[in-house]
């Protein structure tokens, strides 16, 4: 059996608000899945009912088939999570914390220290290992609980936004890490409203807005979403470019919508069409020995496509 | 696209590794490892550690006020010593425990966010609080018998070899005091579980049980003329009994000036123990559906 998360009708409400109305998603297989939406969007309420630490008004999560609501106990038990910035007892060390963790999950002592090594060698934390936790940084505790989520090598990991609180090497780290736990037979489930790290670590997203599930698809198909679209991307070039070349020859390139100059050495261009035409008229422009120094899409296609879609959402 | 459509991402399946599923300890062993690591943190928290000083304080005051006034009816014999120390100070002891230790319990969970590193384990929610009621039971259990100490020490001094001359009484006392802890913890952790804020759990069960009872015994016994049988203040007092005797059920007397009657209540053994485990058990009971229901918002 494949690792699996599924919400079926999943529905919360807080009073006459809907934070999540009737998610139905299934996510299974080895693979990350980043899930994408706007503050408030529903991404951590849904998070927290995959995990029991809130109920829902309707509907279920499950895990591996096993109800969340039904059964936490056997649920969880393939489940490794970081919901929030969560506080583990600050007179603990994380030696002794992971210790708890562990055998409250059943591992063997050996299997804790071993794996305890491993998890906070990789969240660079080795030498605090008997330092007490009241004692760490936002920062750090942040890295532990990354490190206790994967303690039991879970086959399901959900984390929600895990790079809060990091600095940007520890967000680069988290990076790393999530990459690496693709490689296992393990299921992420990583929400995230930092689309450059989704990008970068997830092959799949799922996007909610004002607790609707937008879409869900491959990051390769939603890429494609944009077929037809008009793109944005900005060249900048070692010298101010001549007003002259710009309307007559780049602004007549067939590639080009429009333009626009955001500075005298930069431009930014309306490309029709997708990556073919960008490369097309990036070696246009390097044809024109100009000084080219960088061309680059203003924003990234994932982008492009989250914005479009809230933006319907809001009835823009 | 639909908001209510089903999404299936496609991808191929792996296997999960063997013996995977199945391993996790059964509830009791889960609420014995949880207790050994909350009393850990109880033993080395700032509160524990002045609690003890506390209690040493009052303990050297208690000392050098017996010893200064060398009461004749409290340092003639064991069982008046035992009665009169332990008695008494066991009740203020034990509230101390409770609320200092049981007061955030729960509430502490939801306002340090420490419940959500524990709840996203494989743990059922009624293991969580049975864990962190032992550990709160243990940390009191120290209280008390460093309490107990102190008393023992001040009994050898005045007693000699006389102060281990009532083995039998103390358990038996030792046990009912036992037991008005439990009934205690069991009241502060349903306080605990009604609130998401530490310090209004501490609060409200500190104002109960210093004051609030004491003000309610008073209003019923003198407003009502009722036995206040029902308050967990009134039926402790039966901790002492093993070693001071079973007082009259109800002593009236006559003011020999305004010759106005006064009605004396105490509680009997039955009475006692009856109260004090219905109260551990509802408010257990009471405390469980409680955090069963709240939500980590």
Not at chain 1, 112 to 138: C, H, N, P, Y
Not at chain 1, 304 to 316: K, M, N, P
Not at chain 2, 194 to 219: C, D, E, H, M, R
């Amino acid at each position: 059996m494949a690792p699996s998360i599924e919400a079926v009708e999943l529905t919360k409400r807080f009073g006459s608000f809907t934070a999540l109305d009737h998610l139905n998603l299934k996510v299974d297989g080895a693979k990350c899945v980043g899930f994408l939406g706007p503050n408030g969007a529903g991404k951590t309420t849904t998070l927290k009912m995959f995990t029991d630490l809130i109920f829902p008004s309707e509907g279920e999560a499950f895990i591996n088939g096993i109800s969340v609501q039904n059964d936490r106990k056997r649920a969880l038990e393939v489940c490794g999570d970081l919901i929030e910035t969560p506080e583990i007892y600050p007179s603990l060390t994380p030696r002794e914390a992971f210790q708890m963790s562990g055998a409250l999950r059943g591992m063997r002592s050996d299997e804790i220290a071993s794996r305890t090594k491993t998890v906070l060698e990789e969240v660079k934390m080795t030498e605090w290992i008997d330092q007490k936790l009241g004692s760490f940084s936002k920062g750090m505790k942040q890295r532990v609980n990354i490190a206790a989520a994967l303690l039991s090598d879970p086959e399901v990991v959900i984390l929600d936004e895990p790079s809060t609180g990091l600095d940007p090497r520890g967000m680069a780290e988290v990076r790393t890490i999530v990459r690496g736990l693709k490689k296992g037979h393990r299921l992420i489930f990583m929400s995230s409203h930092i689309l450059s790290e989704v990008v970068d670590v997830c092959d799949e997203v799922a996007l909610l807005d004002r607790g609707k599930l937008l879409f869900a698809d491959s990051l390769s198909n939603v890429t494609q979403r944009l077929g037809g679209a008009v793109r944005a991307v900005e060249a900048e070039f070692v010298s101010p470019l001549d007003e002259t070349v710009l309307v007559a020859q780049i602004g007549a390139f067939p590639e080009v919508a429009a333009w626009s100059r955001t500075s005298p050495q930069r431009i930014t261009l309306q490309v029709k069409g997708g990556s073919v035409e960008q490369a097309r008229l990036l070696e246009r422009l390097a044809a024109m020995k100009l000084g080219l120094l960088s061309f680059r899409e203003s924003r990234s296609a994932l982008e492009e496509v989250y914005l479009r879609e809230i933006s319907v959402g809001d009835g823009a | 696209m639909s908001a209510d459509s089903t999404f299936t991402l496609p991808e191929a399946a792996a296997p999960l590794p063997d013996g995977a599923l199945g391993k996790i300890p059964s509830t009791v062993s889960q609420a014995l490892i949880l207790s050994r690591y909350q009393f850990r943190d109880y033993l080395r928290s700032r509160r524990f550690i002045l609690m003890m000083g506390i209690f040493l304080a009052a303990g050297a005051i208690i000392t050098t006020v017996v010893a200064y006034y060398r009461p004749s009816g409290l340092i003639d014999n064991a069982n008046d010593l035992y009665g009169g120390l332990w008695g008494g100070g066991a009740l203020f002891v034990i509230v101390f425990a409770g609320i200092i230790f049981g007061g955030d319990a729960i509430a502490g969970e939801f306002q340090n966010k420490t419940g959500y590193f524990l709840m996203g384990l494989p743990i059922k929610r009624t293991t969580v609080y049975a864990g962190k009621y032992l550990a709160a039971l243990a940390a009191s259990i120290v209280s008390l018998l460093v309490y107990l100490i102190i008393v023992t020490g001040n009994a050898v001094y005045y007693l000699g070899a006389g102060a281990f001359s009532v083995p039998g009484p103390l358990i038996e006392s030792f046990a009912l005091t036992l037991l008005y802890l439990l009934a205690l913890l069991g009241f502060v952790f349903l306080f605990s579980s009604l609130f998401k804020t530490s310090a209004y759990a501490v609060l409200v069960v500190a104002v109960l049980f210093l004051f609030g009872f004491s003000i309610i015994q008073t209003v019923v016994i003198d407003l009502a003329h009722t036995e206040p049988w029902f308050l967990l203040s009134y039926v402790n007092a039966i901790n002492a009994y093993p070693l001071t005797g079973v007082p009259g059920h109800i002593v009236t007397t006559r003011n020999p000036f305004t010759r106005a009657t006064i009605t004396t209540y105490n509680p009997t053994y039955l009475e006692g123990i009856i109260v004090m485990a219905g109260y551990w058990l509802l408010t257990t009971i009471g405390g469980l559906f409680l955090f069963e229901r709240e939500e980590f918002t």
